[in-house]
């Protein structure tokens, strides 16, 4: 009796195992370069101004936007109408009580490009900061032997941070309004 009693319990711990789900996640909305790909946000935005003229604002709008601009910008050409940078956004863990605690920094490269009456940027080649290059790709794979849960958390922060970059950069890039105070 003790025996049969044992393999009932055996085989129904056994089909609650399997009819258990796996939990399912939502892979975040993250743009990926069908090149090359890499995570990649990029865009053309039409605005009025000759190149130098969108340089110019783009170049302000960085050293307004970034505090280490001698570290953040790589290279910059006023003439072919371009601006390279290399920056950074910070990962967050949060904690049972709600607490955000640092996880890491994930580098990036930002690219402006100015032509007539618009420009384009270029945010990709996104590295967790490690002894060596730490590409974030696989952040999205979920049978990557690397990937866990928190991975699209980060995705998210990530993406939170990079739209909001995106946002001040269309606004410095609008040509300002001048006002004439005729009194």
Not at 34 to 44: G, Q, S
Not at 51 to 58: C, T, V
Request: some cysteine.
């Amino acid at each position: 009796m003790k025996k049969h009693l044992f393999i009932i319990l055996l085989l129904g711990s056994m089909i609650s195992v399997f009819a258990q789900k796996q939990t399912e996640y939502i892979v975040p909305d993250i743009p990926v370069d069908e090149d090359t790909k890499l995570i990649t946000f990029k865009e053309v935005v039409n605005e009025k101004g000759t190149p130098q003229e969108l340089y110019d604002r783009a170049m302000i709008w960085v050293k307004a936007y970034y505090k280490n601009t001698a570290e953040v910008i790589k290279s910059s050409d006023r003439d072919k109408g371009v601006i390279e940078l290399r920056s950074s956004v910070k990962i967050f863990n949060v904690t049972k009580e709600g607490t955000k605690v640092l996880k890491n920094i994930v580098y990036y490269n930002f690219k402006i490009e100015c032509r007539q009456d618009r420009y384009r940027y270029t945010i990709t080649n996104f590295n967790e900061k490690a002894e060596a290059a730490s590409p974030i790709e696989f952040w999205l794979d979920q049978k990557h032997n690397r990937w866990q849960p928190s991975c699209f958390d980060y995705l998210n922060q990530i993406k939170e941070q990079i739209q909001t970059l995106i946002i001040s950069l269309e606004e410095g890039m609008a040509p300002k309004v001048e006002v004439k105070d005729e009194w």
